[in-house]
């Protein structure tokens, strides 16, 4: 028997639209690294880009459980002496909500050309404003319950 290989052309990508009101940071992040990966389609191979595009709302409202809101810690550099900056998950809350799942989504893809092209399809807002751009696409929502059961509907 012979191993199939699906060619890049037979895949048409889908969008996904992922409210993240209410829901755990990990869970949620996992979900959404597989969906971008394509990882929930049953021909997945990992050297070919089969993803999907990913549109998360709401960034704002996202929260971790016990008391990593205060001890978790953001580091920055910038190769500088002196330059690095520590902070914590609450202080990055409060300025830029939308960095913090960009982030930890960027740590669960692969750190090579695919993992670029994977991130690139991720699109977080920190409201859900965007009704525009769900109104001109065909989009797919989709519900990460935190049981990371997920439920889609057209």
């Known amino acids: 028997m012979k191993t199939i290989f699906p060619k890049k052309e037979c895949h048409v990508p889908k969008w996904f639209v ?18 971008l990966r394509g990882k929930d389609i049953s021909f997945f191979t990992p050297g070919i880009d089969q993803g999907n595009f990913v549109v998360i709302l709401n960034a704002e409202k996202i929260y971790i459980t016990g008391k990593k809101e205060n001890q978790k810690l953001y580091y920055r550099n910038s190769q500088r002496p002196g330059s690095l900056k520590v902070e914590t998950f609450k202080q990055i809350k409060r300025r ?11 740590g669960m893809l692969p750190k090579n050309i695919l993992g670029r092209q994977y991130y690139r399809r991720l699109y977080v807002y920190c409201s859900n404003d965007k009704s525009s751009l769900i109104a001109k696409k065909e989009l797919q929502k989709v519900n990460v319950d935190g049981k990371n059961w997920i439920e889609l509907s057209l």
């Not at 939308?98 to 989504?105: G, S």
């Open 18 to 35: 992922i409210d993240a009101t209410g829901k755990t940071l990990g869970r949620l992040v996992t979900e959404v690294s597989k969906i």
């Open 96 to 106: 830029k909500p939308v960095h913090i799942i960009e982030r930890a989504v960027w």
